[in-house]
């Protein structure tokens, strides 16, 4: 497609089609979206950081546990990156959309997805949420892993094949696939390209490309595929699917699994698809909020726990297949009433 085609796919925007009760007012809606553009910045330099201090761990006392153990904080924080391009994507890193939007892209790279491509296809996941019109549900809707109620054995055994690389093929080459996800600027293209290409150079030039291998290729496909899964399945999945309410989940955990599974508010997945504008940094206090709100407490879906909470909602039977389509909301105040 052409640029113009890609920026009029962006510009439809990520308001969700359907109605959104009316929980805030407008007040307090722009008092929460307001961008911190510090915060972001030191997050991604903490992400990075961390991830430096993982490999040059590993490199000083090496042995096959510390290896691992690198692995794991690696493939977490490349998730973390993930999520706060996913801030980026909705223009909520700075207020300079130019500078957002480099730095969007220059926090996606560890993901091999490009934050322009994220955005066509996260916005037209979030207009048509959950429908045959949402990228993100047509891609999932014929792997078996996507198929809910599952018995915890068999949910853990998904886990553990995207964890164990065997689902690089379906997770990064269904994505990479999507015609919305490559529709990107020819610029961001061109400078996506001659970044990989002369990576994959310096680094045979260098002699680096192990290290490549071990502490990039290696938690890229395993770790941060592994819990990729666990945040889509969490975020979209075994869900009743009744209303904008519990079309998406909220999940509640103690700080171990946030900093692994979901850090950045990635768990206060509802809230974000209620009020995309509002950074990850304010959605706790959103989700504060909004309990104190009816019908919200009543309505919404809210989990505990991601290894605890999730495996049982994975498996309860209340969970069928989507009926959004054909079931009406509750009767509810809504933004566009």
Not at 59 to 79: C, D, H, K, M, Q
Not at 88 to 105: I, M, P, Q
Not at 310 to 319: E, G, I, N, P
Request: hydrophobic content about 45%; overall charge neutral; charged content about 20%.
């Amino acid at each position: 497609m052409s640029e113009a085609v890609v920026a009029r796919s962006a510009k439809l925007g990520d308001a969700c089609v359907r109605d959104i009760p009316r929980l805030l007012t407008k007040d307090e809606i722009r008092n929460l979206s307001q961008i911190d553009s510090v915060k972001f910045s030191a997050a991604a330099l903490l992400e990075y950081a961390l991830i430096a201090a993982a490999v040059l761990i590993s490199e000083t006392w090496w042995n096959p546990l510390i290896y691992a153990l690198a692995v794991v904080v690696i493939g977490s924080r490349i998730n973390g990156l993930g999520g706060l391009m996913h801030d980026a994507a909705h223009y909520r890193a700075y207020t300079n959309r130019s500078l957002n939007d480099f730095v969007g892209e220059i926090v996606a790279l560890p993901t091999t997805t490009s934050m322009a491509g994220y955005r066509n296809s996260h916005f037209a996941h979030h207009r048509e949420l959950n429908g045959e019109k949402d990228p993100d549900w047509v891609r999932n809707a014929e792997l078996a892993e996507f198929h809910f109620p599952a018995p915890p054995r068999v949910v853990l055994k998904h886990i553990m094949q995207y964890f164990s690389g065997l689902k690089i093929k379906t997770a990064l080459g269904g994505f990479h696939q999507n015609k919305e996800t490559r529709d990107i600027p020819a610029a961001v293209n061109r400078a996506r390209l001659f970044f990989f290409a002369s990576l994959l150079v310096a680094s045979i030039a260098f002699g680096f490309w192990k290290l490549l291998v071990l502490y990039w290729i290696v938690p890229l496909a395993t770790v941060f595929l592994g819990i990729r899964y666990i945040r889509n399945v969490a975020e979209h999945y075994a869900v009743e699917h009744e209303h904008v309410l519990n079309e998406s989940r909220t999940v509640i955990a103690p700080f171990w699994e946030l900093w692994l599974i979901a850090p950045w508010g990635l768990n206060y997945h509802l809230e974000h698809h209620l009020f995309p504008g509002i950074p990850c940094f304010r959605l706790a206090e959103l989700h504060r909020l909004l309990m104190s709100r009816e019908p919200y407490p009543q309505l919404a879906h809210i989990t505990r726990g991601y290894f605890s909470g999730l495996l049982r909602d994975c498996a309860s039977t209340k969970h069928d297949a989507p009926v959004a389509a054909e079931t009406p909301a509750p009767v509810l105040a809504t933004s566009k009433s």
